[in-house]
Structures are given as structure tokens and as C-alpha cells.
């Protein structure tokens, strides 16, 4: 019973974390509201052990009232949806007899199977539900013929013990009264209060995934605002900060929640799936910052709607767990907000932050941290979770002062599609003093192509190249090489390509090693890593912007070699490391590129379709706009022009790789 009321609470705080955040508007039309909240089977078998079976084993032992002398002991309980109603299982042993000269004389014994159809229905005056047994019959190991007397003396006892199952759903209606004012702030009272008063359970029956109840509450809709007539006017400084403020409290409320999740699910797809979710969240979140607009909350909605569409299934997985029933309570939440959300906008409500934290809570509901503190630090147990080696070690920035973000000049290639990253500002290296050749015209320009041509062997004679590599790359340390802080020139470029070219290949060897992958996907995967960085980066981590030398940094944020997107992997990567470090951030790049590789277009099979080309592509896809765009490549029509300019572009340079001529990468550098 206990657990039966502590599993109604959980699933009250967290539906109350859903349906609080309904809003009514005074002096609207009432409108009623079913939401439909699926108790999963295992809930109620859970619910029939704990209430029905109190004895060690679990066993229910049941004695005759009228017959001491007879008694059967139930064990092995089961429960499963047979049409509408719940079909009860146990395996049963019996005895039946009689007393004779003070003992117990039973000369019928029976072993077999008991089974017995419960029907579910609110109880009345209750909020609950009851299971009353509306047929039942035993199935004989022994001997037939005792059934039938044996069932008559004992039935009349086994039906009540088995209608003790009872699902008290009070403790859930309870605290959506008492909680709903939290999420409803500013609200017009008397609707809240006509909501709050109209909570009820509506209808329950059962469906092939267990038992659904209908939760019916009364919402006064809001008028529907008519269009706008004019543009909206742009928002101010302050709404802008508002607006960035709330998609943080998003990204780290569905961090908290997927990280909780990936600890219960054993299974390596399941955690893949829920990786997945949040890494197609945060492209989502970086799509919004990069366009703020007046209607800057419905993005946040927005973005809950579309990850709740992945997260859920991955959720509802995990109702069978040690801690089923917390998921159980987050899924019932979401499935409500969901439905409120298809209702329409003229039921109008928020996504506030007590809802979220209430929420997040639900499912660790003993935790200290705040579920919606966003940290751009690197979290060991989310790499951990998730089937990432130990941390990486990380570099720190050289010891300068912070410049404001500048556009990237003619050496970067920028991303067309991403935006500055306000959360990381880039700090610059200190000045080093100008070799001759540093100071130079603008890149493309007649007169840069024209001295690239004619001085850069007579410079070679004069001075070192300017941060040249040697001709031997030697063995990098865990995040440092010769190559930091290299800008090259063309004059350096026989140098630098092969140097970039040894330290990918180490990387991605190094990465390979504890893949769990064939043998043979290891020349597709250093194939892989290569191409990648060539489309990413132009094999490049830095640039000089004016005097300084600068990582790489697309319009998104993405940093260095492989342009990895902190963002994206906040908690996976240090910003520092993927800065200043080539060697941390080829070895980010090549982690997520195995992580795609292996988890997303081999598990999925993508191979079938065109062999290690495909497998290829798809990695590549995902990697350059999350897991959700894994079949991009070959669904083009889908897509966005550019997104498939961009495969094309890259599914070229794998080519040129897998044939041997990945120093085409050169013609990147052409003035």
C-alpha cells in the first residue's frame, strides 16, 4: 500500500508539472479536457504483488473461513491485458480436508495454475480504481477430479484476496490542487480555481499496453488573437537576454532529464536513442538563438513538442526499471503538456521554470543539484553515461586578454549557417612579432597570389617560415602538439598538410581501438576522419585575425580542426581544448565521428544501401546536423539545398581520400 501511494504521489507531482501549466483567461468559454494518463501493465502488477501476495516469495496463503482445514498457496504472480480486461495468474498448490479428532485430514491435494479476469472501474466516491474478479477456473497438474470440490471451498476466498488490488489515484489529484498555483502565476484566479475544482478521473479500461485513465479537468479557453496587421517590432536588448536566458534553462532541464535516463537504460540502442534526443535538442536551440523573435516563449514550447515526440518511446522503455515508476510519472507529465499543447492556442499556457524543475525532480526526486543550472564545464559522469572514454585532458588559453568577436576574414571558411556563441568568447593568443612575409596583402588578392608565387622561396632562404612544422611530426602529448598555433602559408603548406594528415590518422587509430567495431571499418573510419576534417576545416584549427592568431570559429560557434560545436556537446568536451588544443580537438572530432559511425549508421544498417559509401555519408550527415539528419544525404528532396550542396561537397572529398589524394586538400589555400 505504501508503495501504491508513494507511486500515485510521483505520478501527481509530475502530472501536476503538465496540466499546471494551463492557463485560463477570465470571462473565456469553458471548455472540458480529457487527458489520458497510461498506467503501464508492469505498474499494475507491481501494484497486485505489493497488495495481494503480502507473503515471503511473493505468495498469497489462503485458508478456508469455513474450513480450516483447507487453504491454497498462490505464487509466481503474472498479470496481462486479455481484452478488456486484466488476466491474473499464479501457480497454486492446495490441500482440502477435514478435521478429524483434533487434526486436519486432507485427502484432496491439487497442484496447477490459478487465473482469474479482473475488470477495472472507478471506484465510486473514490479516486480510484478497483479490479473486481469477474471470472476465474484452476488448471490441473494432478488430479482432475479434485478441481471441483477443491474450487468450491476455497473460491469463495480467493476472490476477495484478489480484489484487495486497488489503484489509489487520491495522492495524484491531491497535489495537482494544491500544486497548480505554482505553475499559474499571474493567471486569472476564479478560472484557476474552476480548473482546480474540476479535476476528476473521467473513465479507465484496458488497452494492450496496460490501463488507461482519463483525467477530465475544465479549462476556460482564450479567444483566439486575430493577425497581426503589422510586422512585430524587433525585440529590445533585455527581451533578447530573456529569451536566450529560458533556451538555457531548456538545454540543461532535458540534460538533467536524459542524463537520469541513460543511467537506468542498459540497453546500448536505448541510451543511443536517448543521446539523440538531446544532441538534435541543442541543434534545435542553436537554430533559435540564431533567430530570436517577438514570439521568442512559443519557441521554447516549440522545442519541448519536438523533443517530446523522440523522448518519449525512449521513455516509456524504461517504465520496467528499478525506478519505473518515476518514468512512468514523467511520461504520464508529458503525454498531458502534449495534449494541452494539440488542444490549440486558445488553451495558452507556459513552460515556466518551477514547472520544469517540479518536473526534472520527478525522476531524481533525492538530488541537491538544480536541474535547470547550465555549466558549459566538462561533466565525467555525462561522458560516462553515454559510453564516452574519461574525460579528455583539456589546455588552457594562453594567458591574454579577451577581444571582442570580429568576422571572420578571408582565411576562415565559416559554417553559412551558424551564428557567434556568445556563452564561449574566443581568447586571442598573445601577439607574436611579425616574420617577414606575415604582414601581407588581402588573401585573393592579384598581388597575394602574385608574391605567393615568386617569394616564397627566396623567404625560405632568409628565415624560418613562420610557425613552421618540422618534416617529422613527433608524438603528440594528450593534448598538446607541434602543430598549436600554426597558421599556415602557402610556402608552409609541404610541411603542414602531411603533419595534419599523421596527427588524424594517430587520432583516429588511437579512438578505433576500443570501438568494438570489424577490423575492416577501420581504413573506412581513418578514411572518414580525414575527409571530415578536410570538409570542416580545411584541415585547419587557427587563423589570423589582424595581428593575432585565433581558432577557427564558425558564425554557430563551432571550433578548430573538426569544428566541434560545444554547444552542441556542452559537458562532453572542454571550450578551452577545443580552441587551443589541434590534437584535443581532433580527438573531440573523431570520438563523435565513432560515436555516429558505430551507434547510428551501422546500428541502423545503412550499409545495406550502399556498402561503406553509405556508411560514410550518413556518419557524416549526422555529424554535420545531428542525429535526426543521419539520412540526409540519400533523401535530398527533403532537405534544405545547401544541407545537400554540403553532402555532395563532402561525399567528393571522401572519395579523394579513399583514393589516396587526400592533400587535395591544398586547393583550399589556393589564392
Known sequence: MRASRAIGAALGRALVAALGLAAAAAGAEVR???????????????????????????TARIVARADPCSEIVLSEPGLRPLGARFLVTARG???????????????????????????????????????????????DESDWLAIPALWDWVKPEVHPRLEVLRIDLA????????????????????????????????????????????????????????????????????????????????????????????????????????????????????AALDEPTPAGGDRVRALFVSSWRQLQPALVSLTTGEHGLRFLAFVAAGDALAALDAAGPSFGFEISSDGLRRLARSLAPDTTEDPLHWSDAVDPALRETFGFDAELPSLAPPDAEEVPDAEPDAEEVPDAEASPNPKTPLRPEPTPTPAPGAMRPPAGSVLARLLDRLLPALLDRMVPAAFAAPERLPAPGPHTSELDGYVPRLADLDHYLPSVGTLLRRTATDAFRGARLAAAQRSLFEHLTLATAWQESCWRQYVRRGSQRVPLRSSIGALGLMQVNPRVWRGFYS????????????????????????????ARSEDELGGT??????????????????RRYREPSRWKRS?????????????????????????????
Not at 540543461?252 to 538534435?280: M, N, Q, Y
Not at 553509405?614 to 539528419?629: I, K
Not at 544541407?643 to 587526400?662: I, M, N, P, S
Open 32 to 58: 472540458r479536457v480529457e487527458v489520458p494518463l497510461l498506467v503501464p501493465s508492469t505498474f499494475v502488477e507491481r501494484t497486485l504483488v505489493e497488495q495481494v501476495f503480502t507473503e515471503p516469495g511473493p
Open 93 to 139: 498448490s492446495a490441500q482440502a480436508g477435514f478435521r478429524l479428532f483434533g487434526s486436519c485430514r486432507r485427502p484432496f491435494g491439487w497442484q496447477g495454475t490459478l487465473e482469474a479476469e479482473q475488470a477495472p472501474r472507478l471506484a465510486r466516491g473514490a479516486m480510484a480504481i478497483e479490479f473486481p474478479v469477474v471470472d476465474s477456473w484452476l488448471r
Open 171 to 286: 495522492p495524484l489529484v491531491d497535489e495537482l490542487r494544491r500544486s497548480l498555483p505554482l505553475f499559474a502565476a499571474g493567471r486569472d484566479a476564479p478560472a484557476l480555481a474552476r480548473l482546480v475544482r474540476s479535476l476528476a478521473l473521467a473513465d479507465v479500461r484496458v488497452e494492450e499496453r496496460g490501463l488507461r485513465v482519463q483525467i477530465r479537468f475544465d479549462v476556460d479557453a482564450a479567444p483566439t488573437p486575430s493577425p497581426r496587421p503589422t510586422p512585430e517590432t524587433p525585440l529590445t536588448p533585455e527581451e533578447i537576454a530573456a529569451f536566450e536566458a529560458r533556451l538555457y534553462e531548456w538545454d540543461a532541464f532535458l540534460t538533467f532529464v536524459i542524463k537520469s535516463a541513460g543511467r537506468e537504460a542498459l540497453d546500448p540502442a536505448l541510451r543511443a536513442a536517448l543521446l539523440a534526443v538531446l544532441l538534435d535538442a541543442r541543434h534545435e536551440i542553436l
Open 575 to 602: 571550450v578551452d581544448g577545443l580552441s587551443w588544443s589541434i590534437a584535443y580537438n581532433a580527438r573531440a572530432g573523431t570520438e563523435i565521428l565513432l560515436h555516429y559511425l558505430r551507434d547510428y549508421a551501422i
Open 613 to 630: 559509401d553509405a556508411l560514410a555519408r550518413a556518419s557524416y550527415a549526422a555529424y554535420h546536423g545531428g542525429p535526426r539528419h543521419l
Open 643 to 671: 544541407l545537400v550542396a554540403v553532402d555532395r561537397a563532402f561525399h567528393d572529398k571522401y572519395r579523394e581520400v579513399v583514393a589516396g589524394r587526400e592533400l587535395g586538400v591544398r586547393a583550399c589555400f589556393a589564392g
